[in-house]
């Protein structure tokens, strides 16, 4: 997965971590995507990073989209909207 992350959006050195997230924490939205990776995959972890492309962290709605948009992100999920590549 971190090669997948590193060639789509990230354009980063392989050898920067990324941070596992699991069902421990205590954010009941944050949960339920945790259960729904663990519904569709059977493990029930994210991987965690900041979200950019080398440049500052993705702050509002716009800059999330135009990050998406750039790089070849495959999902978007931000509150209730899901923008999907399509193809």
Known sequence: MTE????KIK??????PFAPSILR???PRYTAL???CRALTGVPMVLNTSF???EPVVCKPEEALDCFLRTKM???VMGGWVVERKG
Request: net charge negative; aromatic share 4%; hydrophobic share 30%.
């Open 4 to 7: 997948i992350l590193n060639s």
């Open 11 to 16: 354009r980063r050195e392989s050898f920067r």
């Open 52 to 54: 950019n492309e080398n």
């Open 25 to 27: 924490e205590s954010n």
């Open 34 to 36: 945790i259960e729904a």
């Open 74 to 76: 495959d999902v978007l």
